[in-house]
């Protein structure tokens, strides 16, 4: 089945530093989407991203639909603390009009520099 | 602001007990799915339905059960718990046309002993 390759895995950061993440994918997707969640709490959507080289920007986050259509990646400027927590990343297609079921990448984990 | 809710929160149970966990959409989704995640990992999705009386299984093995009778409301049971049950479940919702977005619940962290 599809896959998605989320990178990187774990991240730890620093208040005030920019912080990147990607997802690639072998196949195409017509949307990606980024979301968030804060440990013993459900996932929360951040970013929906619906057209190819699209750029969406949410408060300090930006992300982007790759032209191929099979990548994506989140920016976080200037992190603060209440940044950590895992970024999952997910890549869906529409057949018809109809939805297909989300692909989800395994997650990457952002920690504060110790 | 997604309106989407699970109950319980945490459940603690003895092997081999019935459990049904809740969940509820006031958004008049057609689409709801369940997830299993062990903490801090990849989600797995083990159950989805497209409306009412259509259930379908996920990517994931599971033993649990699901129903939808009703629009916003898409249970799971597990007729006899295992520890290797133990997980957090998550459930999610999102329209049948046009966007992708799913929208989660905050999950039913459970332990079975």
């Known amino acids: 089945g599809q896959q998605l390759n989320q990178s990187p895995q774990s991240m730890f950061i620093q208040e005030g530093e920019d912080v990147s993440m990607n997802c690639t994918s072998s196949?195409?997707?017509?949307?990606w989407l980024w979301y968030k969640q804060d440990p013993g709490e459900g996932p929360v959507l951040l970013i929906a991203?619906?057209?190819?080289?699209e750029l969406t920007s949410n408060g300090r986050l930006t992300a982007q639909f790759g032209i191929t259509r099979k990548d994506s990646f989140l920016n976080i400027s200037a992190s603060i603390p209440s940044d950590v927590g895992i970024y999952f990343c997910?890549?869906?297609?529409?057949?018809?009009?109809?939805?297909?079921?989300?692909?989800f990448g395994k997650g990457t984990k952002l920690s504060v520099k110790p | 602001e997604a309106d989407i809710y699970q109950t319980p929160r945490y459940l603690v149970i003895g092997t081999g007990k019935k459990i049904t966990l809740e969940c509820s959409q006031t958004?008049?989704?057609?689409?709801m799915y369940w997830y299993q995640q062990d903490p801090g990992m990849e989600l797995h999705l083990i159950h989805y339905?497209?409306?009412?009386?259509?259930?379908e299984k996920g990517d994931l093995s599971s033993e649990s059960t699901v129903s939808r009778i009703r629009t916003e409301h898409f249970p799971l049971t597990l007729e006899s718990a295992r520890p290797s049950h133990t997980s957090q479940y998550l459930c999610?919702?999102?329209?049948?046309?046009?966007?992708?977005?799913?929208?989660f619940g905050p999950g039913t962290r459970l332990t079975v002993l």
């Open positions: 196949s195409i997707f017509n949307t």
């Open positions: 958004m008049g989704h057609d689409k």
């Open positions: 999610a919702s999102s329209e049948t046309l046009g966007f992708n977005e799913q929208f």
């Open positions: 991203l619906y057209k190819a080289g």
């Open positions: 339905s497209y409306g009412v009386n259509s259930t």
């Open positions: 997910a890549g869906g297609m529409n057949y018809g009009g109809s939805q297909g079921n989300l692909i």
